[in-house]
C-alpha cells in the first residue's frame, strides 16, 4: 500500500508555512501591543515634558495637564495654572494666600487632589488658601528662589515649608543650585512617545536609581549581597553656629511670617521591628531655637507619627508599594494637617 506521507515535502508548502507562521506572529504582536497601549494608563505614569514658567522662573508640567502615577500610590494630578499640582485653579477670594513648599512628600502626586498635603491643610484652615507649589527633588535652595519669584506675583501672604529631611535644609549653607538646573526641560518627544515605550526603555536601559542599567551575561546569582540601608537624612550632626547660619538665611529670604513644618519619615518598618528613632534628632534640636529667634513657627509632627504607628495607622507607606515607608499616605497628611491647627500649636509652644 503506498504510503499517505509524501517522501519530500514541496518547497512551495515549505514556504506556505512560513508566511503563515511570520504572520500569526506579526498579528500577535500587533494585538498584543494595541492591548497594552489601551490597558497602560491603568499601570504606567504620565511622561511629559515641561514649559518653562515666568512667574516661578522654572520649568514646570503645563496647565490642564492630567499627570498618573502608579508606582508608589495610585492617583490622577491636575495641574493648574504655572504648574500647580492638584489646584485646577487659583483661589478668587480675599482669603490670605499660603504658599506650600517642600519636595515630592508636599507635592503628593501619589494620592489623589482631594487627599494631597495642601487640600487637607485647606479643610483644617477654611480661612487661609493653599498655593501648593512644592516639586519632586527640591530642597531650601529652590524654596528660597521659588519665594523671590512668587510672593508679589501670587500675591502671597505667608510661606509654610515641610521639611521631612533637615538635608534639604542644610543646603542653605552653601547652596549651589542655579535656575537652569532647577526641575530641568525634559524632552519635547516626550509628548509623542506612547507613555508605555517610555516605561520600557527607562525599565530596559536605567536601575531603580535612574542610572544606567550594567548587563551582565553569566550564569547564577552575583557575589554582592543586597543590604538596604536605613535613609538617615543627616550623616554627621552639625554645631549651633551651622544651624544659626542656616535658620538666618531662610529668614532673610522674605518678610513674610514662616512656618517650618517638621515630619521626617518615621516610624520605619525594617525587618520584624518598627524603628520611631529620628536620626535627626540632635540636629533639629539645635535649628529650633535658632528659628524661633528668627520668628519662624515650628510645627513638630514626630510625636503625632508615632502616637498614630502605635494604633496601627503608619503615616507612610501604600499598600502596592513597601508599607511604613516612603511617601506620606492620607493618614500622614491628615496628621500633619491636624498638627497644624490652633490647638495643637498652642500645645507645642506651651511645652516649649
Known amino acids: 500500500m503506498k504510503s499517505l506521507v509524501p517522501d519530500e515535502v514541496p518547497s512551495v508548502v515549505f514556504g506556505r508555512t512560513a508566511v503563515g507562521t511570520a504572520g500569526r506572529w506579526l498579528i500577535g504582536l500587533i494585538v498584543g501591543t494595541l492591548l497594552i497601549a489601551v490597558t497602560s494608563p491603568w499601570f504606567v505614569r504620565t ?17 490642564h495637564l492630567t499627570y498618573r502615577w502608579r508606582a508608589e500610590g495610585y492617583a490622577a494630578s491636575h495641574i493648574g495654572p504655572h504648574g500647580i499640582v492638584g489646584r485646577a485653579e487659583l483661589p478668587s477670594d ?14 503628593g502626586v501619589t494620592l ?4 494631597k498635603l ?11 488658601q493653599f498655593l501648593p ?19 508679589d506675583k501670587l500675591q502671597i501672604a505667608e510661606h509654610w515649608i515641610l521639611v521631612c529631611e533637615l538635608q534639604d535644609l542644610a543646603v542653605l549653607k552653601s547652596p549651589t543650585a542655579s535656575p537652569e538646573n532647577l526641575s530641568a526641560k525634559q524632552s519635547p518627544w516626550l509628548d509623542y512617545v506612547p507613555d508605555f515605550v517610555v516605561e520600557a526603555g527607562r525599565g530596559l536601559l536605567l536601575d531603580s536609581e535612574n542610572q544606567p542599567r550594567h548587563f551582565r551575561f553569566s550564569i547564577g546569582p552575583t557575589a554582592e549581597a543586597f543590604q538596604a540601608d536605613i535613609d538617615e537624612s543627616v550623616s554627621q550632626s552639625r554645631g549651633d553656629a551651622f544651624w544659626a547660619e542656616v535658620a538666618a538665611r531662610l529668614a532673610e529670604s522674605t518678610s513674610l511670617p514662616i512656618t517650618v513644618i517638621y515630619a521626617p519619615k518615621l516610624p520605619v518598618i525594617w525587618s520584624d521591628a518598627v524603628i520611631d528613632e529620628d536620626f535627626d534628632a540632635d540636629d533639629f534640636r539645635r535649628l529650633q531655637p535658632h528659628l524661633h529667634r528668627r520668628d519662624i513657627a515650628v ?14 495607622e503608619f503615616p507612610h507607606g501604600f499598600h502596592n508599594g513597601r508599607f511604613g515607608w516612603g511617601h506620606l499616605n492620607e493618614v500622614g497628611n491628615r496628621l500633619i494637617a491636624e498638627t497644624t491647627s ?5 500645645a507645642q509652644e506651651s511645652i516649649r
Open 112 to 115: 489623589p487632589d482631594d487627599a
Open 133 to 151: 507649589l512644592a516639586q519632586s527633588g527640591d530642597d531650601a535652595s529652590d524654596w528660597v528662589r521659588g519665594i523671590q519669584h512668587v510672593e
Open 342 to 346: 490652633a490647638e495643637a500649636m498652642i
Open 118 to 128: 495642601w487640600a487637607v491643610l485647606q479643610g483644617i484652615h477654611p480661612d487661609k
Open 47 to 63: 511622561y511629559a515634558s515641561r514649559t518653562w514658567d515666568p512667574v516661578r522662573q522654572q520649568y514646570v508640567y503645563p496647565e
Open 299 to 312: 510645627v513638630d509632627c514626630r510625636d503625632a507619627f508615632r502616637q498614630s504607628a502605635a494604633r496601627g
Open 94 to 107: 480675599d482669603h490670605p494666600r499660603i504658599a506650600l513648599w517642600g519636595d515630592s512628600q508636599a507635592e
